[in-house]
C-alpha cells in the first residue's frame, strides 16, 4: 500500500501545519511553550520539505535524460542566511508570513535567529553564492562542492578600537537546511609513497601506497532558485578519521590516545583560513584543497559510472568542472591519476579528457595570491601529484612550447609548472590554465590585464582559451531580499519581468525624471537610513541623522582596496570644518564594514586608525553632526543586506589595476548608491553602463599607474607638494588621535618611508576633489535622485543570470533543463 502523501501545499493552512508538526514531531516542543528558535527551526524544516521533493526530482531528471552537468568547485561560500531568500525565491513568502502571523508569530523577527553561513572570506565566496542562486534559477544542471567548514569566518569585534578574532562556531545548534548523504561518503588518500608496478598485460602502473586515509561525508543544502522548479544542491565534505578507533592502541588500554588520531583527521575541515586574496602555504591548507577535490571527483566518476555505460572518451560531455581561483587546481592532476593510474587510460586520452573538463576563473592579479607550493611540502603530502605534474611540465614544455619558441630557455622558465628561483615551487595558476580549455577573467579590464600581462606567453600560445566574464549579483538577495520597498515600487512601475530579465529595468529610465516616483523613490531610501541609524545607534553607540550624506565603503580590509585613502579624506575634512566652520558642507556619514586576516598587521592597523578618527571627530562638539564616522563591527552577508539599501554614496577606490572586478559596487548602484570610483575592476564597466555623468570617477588609470612606476615614484614628492596633505599625514601620525604618536607610525611608514606601494599619495588631490563634487551634487536632491534612479536602472547587465548563461553558453556548452511541477 503506498501510504497517502503528506501535505506539502503551499497555501496558509498547509504550511501552518507543517511548521505545528515539525514542532511536535520534531522538535518535540509544544506550541504554547516553543522558543524562538524552535519556532525558526520549524518554519526552516517546513519550506526545506517543499524544496527537498523538486532538489530529488530535479536530480532524476538531470541523470534521466543524461545532460552535461556542470560542477563548481569553491573552497568558500558565503551564502549568509537563508530562510528569507528561499521564501522569496519559492514565492512562499507571504503565505508562510500569514500562517507564522495566525499562531501569534512575526516571521522578520524570526529570520533574525539564523546565523549567517559564513564559509568564505570575501568577493569569491560570495560569488559562488551567487552563481549557486542563478544556477538554480535559470534552469542549469548543477552541483557546488566545497568544504563544510565547522567555523566559518571569524567574528569581529573591536576592543579600544582594534580588532579582536573570535571563532563563528555557525552550526554549532545543526541548521535545518543541510542534511547528511552517508551513502555517498568517500575516502580520500594522503602522504605515503609511489611504487611502480606492472599490470596483467606488463604496462608499467604507478601505484600510491602506504597512504593515510580520511573520510568525507558529504552535507547536501538545497538551492532554490527564483520562480524555477530546478533545485541544485550544494555538497559540502566534512572529515572524518577512517577508524573510529585505533584497536591496536585501544587494546593495550589507552583510550584518550586512540582518539587523537580522530581527533586529528577532523581539524581538516575545522576553519575556514581567514586569508582573502592571498595565498598562505600551509600544510594544512592544502590538505584542505586536495580533501575536498578528492571527494567531489570521485564523486563526480561515481555519478559518471552509475549512470551510462559509457568510454572514458564520454566523459566531459556528462561533466564540466569549474575551478573557482586556483584552490581547487589539484583536480587536473587528480583527474590525471584517476584515468592514468586507476582506470589505466594511455597518458595522451586521459589528458584531453582531462583539458576538455576543467576550466579556470582567475580572480586576481595581486601576486601574493598566486597560489605556489613548495615541491618538498607538495611532494610529502601528494607523491604521486607531483609526479604527473613533472611529467605535464615536461611534455608541455618540449612540446607546445619548443615548437612555438624553439631554444627559447627564458620562455620556458617563464611558462614552467615550476618556480625555480629561490627554491622550487609548483606554481597552481599555469597549471590551471594549461590542463583547462577556458581561462576567464572577471571583469573586462582585469582579462585584458591577465591576457597582456600574467599569461601574457601563454596567451600567446593559446589566444583561444581566454575570455571575459564579467562578474554579477544575484538581484534577488540584493534587490529583492534586502530591499523589497524598491522591488516592489519597481514592480509596480514596469511589472514583475525584470526578475528574470534584468536588462528591463532599462524601463525605469524615464521614470526618473517624474517627481512623484522620485518622492516615492527618496522615501524608500531614507526609511533604510532611518533603520541603519538605529543598527549604528545600537551597535557602534553613536546618533546620525537619516538626513546626513552616508557614504559606504564595505569590503575586506586591505591595502589595495585603500581605507586609508578613505580615512585621509576624512581627516582632511575634519581639518576643514574646526578651521572652517561656516563652510557650506552637506553633513556626512563614514560607514565602514570591514574585517582584516587576522595576520595582516598594517590592515589591524589602519582599522585602529579609523576608530580613533572616529572617537574624535564623533565626540568633538565643534562637529557637532556635520561629520560622523562608524565602524560597523563584523561585517558580514547579514548586515550587508541592512547597510547596502541605505548607501548614498559606494566607495570603489581601489588603485587601478588592482581589484579584479569587484562585486560590491555593483550591489550598491542597484540600490542606487552613485559609485566614487577608480577606473578599475568592473568600475569601468558601470560608468559604460550609467552614463558618466552619472558616477564620480577619480584617479589614475591602469595605464597612468605603470608610467608613474616607471618614472619612480615617490610619495614624499607629494607629501612636500600638497600642504593640505601634508598636515593630514602629519596629524594622523600625531598623538592626537590616542594620545601617543606611535601608535599609526605603521601607517605613515607605509605611505612615506615604505614607498605607498597603493599609490595613496598619488590619488589623494583628486579624490578629494571628486569628495568635493558629491558634497555639492548632493545639495542638489532632485539631481541626486535622479543620478540614483537611473544607476538601480543600468546596472542590469551585472545581474549573475546574465554571467551564468554566458558560462553555459562559452564555457560549458550546457543546456537549459527546465524542471516540471
Ligand atoms: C577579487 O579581489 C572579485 C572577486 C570575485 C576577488 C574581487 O575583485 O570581485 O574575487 N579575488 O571575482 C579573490 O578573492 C583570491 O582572489
Known sequence: MTPAPCDLGNSKDSLKNSIINHLRFTLGAYVESASKNDWWVATCLAIRDRVMDHATKSRTLHRQSGVRRVHYLSLEYLMGRLLENNLRNSGLYESTKAALGEMGKDLDALLDCEPDMGLGNGGLGRLAACFMDSLSTVNLPAIGYGIHYEFGLFRQEFVNGKQVEHPDAWMRDGSPWKIARPSYRQTVQLYGRVVQKFDDCGHPRSEWVETKALLGLPWDIPIVGYDSHTVNVLRLWQAQADEDFNFQVFNEGSYVEALRDKAIAETVSKVLYPNDSTESGKELRLVQQYFFVACSLADIV???????????????????????????????????????????????????????????????????????????????????????????????????????????????????????????????????????????????????????????????????????????????????????????????????????????????????????FRARYAKIKRDHKVVLAKIIEDECGVTVSPDALFDVQIKRLHEYKRQHLNLLNIVTLYREILDNPNADFHPRVFIFGAKAAPGYFLAKNIIHAINAVAAKVNNDPRVGDKLKV???????????????????????????????????????????????????????????????????????????????????????????????????????????????????????????????????????????????????????????????????????KFSSDRTILQYAEKVWNLPQVPIGE
Open 302 to 516: 561515481r555519478r559518471f559510472k552509475v549512470g551510462y555505460t559509457l568510454p572514458w572518451s564520454e566523459f566531459p560531455s556528462k561533466a564540466a568542472i569549474q575551478l573557482n581561483d586556483t584552490h581547487p587546481a589539484v583536480a587536473i592532476p587528480e583527474l590525471m591519476r584517476i584515468l592514468v593510474d586507476l582506470e589505466g587510460l594511455p597518458w595522451n586520452e586521459a589528458w584531453k579528457i582531462c583539458q576538455e573538463t576543467f576550466a579556470y576563473t582567475n580572480h586576481t592579479l595581486l601576486p601574493e595570491a598566486l597560489e605556489m607550493w613548495s615541491v618538498s611540502l607538495f611532494e610529502r603530502v601528494l607523491p604521486r601529484h607531483l609526479q604527473i605534474i613533472y611529467q605535464i611540465n615536461q611534455l608541455f614544455l618540449e612540446g607546445d612550447v619548443e615548437a612555438k619558441w624553439p631554444g627559447d630557455s627564458e620562455k620556458k622558465r617563464s611558462l614552467s609548472l615550476i618556480e625555480e628561483r629561490g627554491g622550487k615551487y609548483v606554481r597552481m595558476a599555469n597549471l590551471s590554465v594549461l590542463g583547462s580549455h577556458a581561462t576567464n577573467g572577471v571583469a573586462a579590464l582585469h582579462t585584458r590585464l591577465l591576457c597582456e600581462r600574467l599569461f601574457a606567453d601563454f596567451y600567446a600560445l593559446y589566444p583561444d582559451r581566454f575570455l571575459n566574464l564579467t562578474n554579477g549579483i544575484t538581484f534577488r538577495r540584493w534587490l529583492d531580499v534586502c530591499n523589497p520597498q524598491l522591488s516592489a515600487l519597481i514592480t509596480e512601475t514596469i511589472g514583475e519581468s525584470w526578475k528574470k530579465n534584468a536588462d528591463l529595468l532599462r524601463n525605469l529610465d524615464p521614470h526618473a525624471d517624474d517627481p512623484a
Open 630 to 796: 562608524v565602524f560597523l563591527p563584523n561585517y558580514r552577508v547579514s548586515l550587508a543586506e541592512k547597510i547596502i539599501p541605505a548607501s548614498d554614496l559606494s566607495e570603489q577606490i581601489s588603485t587601478a589595476g588592482k581589484e579584479a572586478s569587484g562585486t560590491g559596487n555593483m550591489k550598491l548602484a542597484l540600490n542606487g548608491s552613485l559609485t566614487i570610483g577608480t577606473l578599475d575592476g568592473a568600475n569601468v564597466e558601470i560608468e559604460e553602463e550609467v552614463g558618466s555623468e552619472n558616477i564620480f570617477i577619480f584617479g589614475l588609470t591602469v595605464e597612468e599607474v605603470t608610467e608613474l612606476r616607471a618614472k619612480g615614484y615617490n610619495p614624499w614628492d607629494y607629501y612636500w607638494a600638497n600642504e593640505k596633505l601634508r598636515n593630514t599625514i602629519d596629524w594622523i601620525s600625531s598623538d592626537y588621535f590616542t594620545g601617543n604618536a606611535e601608535e599609526f607610525q605603521p601607517l605613515r611608514r607605509s605611505l612615506l618611508d615604505h614607498g605607498d606601494p597603493y599609490l595613496c599619495l598619488a590619488d589623494y588631490q583628486s579624490y578629494v576633489d571628486a569628495q568635493a563634487k558629491v558634497d555639492a551634487t548632493y545639495k542638489d536632491q532632485d539631481k541626486w535622485v535622479k543620478m540614483a534612479i537611473l544607476n538601480t536602472a543600468r546596472v542590469g
